[in-house]
């Protein structure tokens, strides 16, 4: 059994910062990768960075440059600077027992979300 918890959502304004935490237990595995991902009212889930094993992480063009994901033992963080009403939405963490990828089916296990608000 494996368990990913989020916390660290909240209401911002337009250019402030957020820190998302993400506790994992049970039966996780250092080799997996693991991902952030964010769904707003009304859309598809989207992918916003992940981190692999090795440390080497990637990002999508959406959030690069303002948004850093790292892991310390068993939390996955995602630091997010200047951020913007269209970040708004449900974070998720996720993690995959293969490759990392950009593609939500690939990952096996997730949590039940974050809420984040930007406002104007």
């Known amino acids: 059994q494996v368990q990913l918890a989020e916390s660290g959502g909240g209401s911002v304004q337009a250019g402030e910062s957020l820190r998302l935490s993400c506790v994992t237990s049970?039966?996780?595995?250092?080799?997996?990768?693991m991902g952030w991902f964010r769904q707003g009212p009304g859309k598809q889930r989207e992918w916003v960075a992940f981190?692999?094993?090795?440390?080497r992480t990637g990002y999508a063009d959406s959030m690069k440059g303002r948004v850093n994901i790292s892991k310390d033992k068993n939390t996955l963080i995602l630091q997010m600077d200047t951020l913007k009403p269209e970040d708004s939405g449900m974070y998720y963490c996720?993690?995959?027992?293969?490759?990392?990828?950009?593609?939500?089916?690939?990952?096996?296990?997730w949590g039940q979300g974050t809420q984040v608000t930007v406002s104007s």
């Open positions: 981190i692999l094993p090795d440390s």
């Open positions: 996720a993690a995959a027992r293969g490759a990392c990828s950009s593609f939500a089916p690939d990952y096996h296990y």
């Open positions: 049970g039966e996780t595995n250092a080799a997996w990768c």
